[in-house]
């Protein structure tokens, strides 16, 4: 009977109390930001107050080549 409270009973109970309880705070409503980490990083390391860009920008790098000539093969 224990175990049916612990892992049945309780489970379900505390799956269903989560949609009736309310967040403490307010969801970061910037776009770009979906799961609060910049919410989250600005709590742990302090927050620089720059707002963060909308859209993300594609960086201009060149590609990487790698030339394996000079390696040795293995013996």
């Given at each position: 009977m224990t175990a049916f409270v612990i892992f049945i009973v309780l489970p379900v109970v505390?799956?269903?109390?989560?949609f009736f309880i309310k967040p403490l705070v307010q969801r970061d409503k910037r776009y770009g930001d979906p799961f609060g980490q910049g919410m989250a990083a600005g709590g742990m390391f302090g927050s620089h107050g720059l707002e963060q860009?909308?859209?993300?920008?594609?960086?201009?790098?060149?590609?990487?080549?790698?030339n394996l000539d000079d390696v040795k093969e293995r013996q």
């Open positions: 505390l799956i269903a109390a989560s860009d909308e859209r993300a920008v594609r960086e201009d790098t060149e590609t990487v080549r790698f």
